[in-house]
């Protein structure tokens, strides 16, 4: 079974400070895939990022950058110098590699509300 | 459009009702799923297409939901004799093929709400 935990609820920051969002995982596929998404309040999951379990490198795209650990078996998103419009619920999801129909669907954790204030 | 869409993005229905939504995929995606997102929760999976084929309905909650998507594309979540703990966002996705590797893209939803 898979599963993602996402400890954080919700974090509160002043608009420049950096936020880091938490996420840990469990499966038993050996080649597994994880994402970072943004719900805004449209409800629309906007994809962010997707990682590979075999890639360990870390990866910046503008002010996010996320941080790869497979011995811990995290996850992790840093918003660097946040901005008002980063304010939304962030998911963490896994997928398996394996190409057997249960292995394709997101296992999702339970969200990070992220609210940055001006 | 170039996103997932689905219709009606809000319906409120009475309990007991049958209500059916809708998903139009990206144009040429082999896969199809629907997801079921309880306030303040993370989505949680329904069922998977892969074209015509639903491959994967165990995150189904009861035989009250039924989704079939018959000639590979649009597809519609059916639920019959509403209860007010159906209420919440019905997410479509789509993806290219069915392999892990492949990104999903989530539509906007179709928020549910049983009165």
């Known amino acids: 079974a898979q599963k993602v935990t996402q400890a954080q609820t919700e974090i509160s920051v002043v608009e420049k400070e950096d936020v880091t969002l938490d996420c840990v995982y469990e499966?038993?596929?050996?080649?597994?895939?994880l994402f970072w998404y943004k719900q805004p309040p449209s409800g629309e999951l906007v994809f962010l990022i997707r990682r590979n379990s075999f890639d360990e490198q870390n990866e910046i795209s503008g002010r996010y950058s996320w941080n790869f650990q497979k011995s811990t078996s995290s996850f992790n998103f840093t918003i660097t110098a946040s901005q008002v419009v980063d304010s939304a619920v962030y998911f963490c999801a896994l997928r398996g590699g394996s190409i057997k129909a249960a292995g394709n669907k997101l296992t999702f954790g339970g969200g990070t509300r992220v609210l940055v204030k001006p | 459009g170039a996103g997932v869409s689905q219709s009606p993005r809000y319906k409120v229905a009475k309990r007991g009702q049958d209500v059916a939504l809708r998903c139009d995929p990206i144009s040429g995606h082999v896969s199809l799923f629907w997801y079921q997102q309880a306030l303040g929760q993370g989505p949680e999976f329904l069922t998977y297409?892969?074209?015509?084929?639903?491959?994967?309905k165990s995150g189904l909650p009861s035989d009250r939901f039924f989704a079939e998507r018959p000639e590979g594309s649009v597809s519609t979540l059916k639920i019959q004799r509403t209860q007010q703990e159906d209420s919440a966002v019905y997410l479509c996705?789509?993806?290219?093929?069915?392999?892990?590797?492949?990104?999903?893209?989530f539509g906007e939803g179709s928020w549910l709400t049983v009165v």
């Open positions: 996705a789509s993806c290219t093929g069915s392999f892990g590797i492949d990104t999903i893209y």
């Open positions: 297409f892969q074209n015509e084929a639903q491959l994967d």
């Open positions: 499966t038993r596929d050996t080649t597994y895939y």
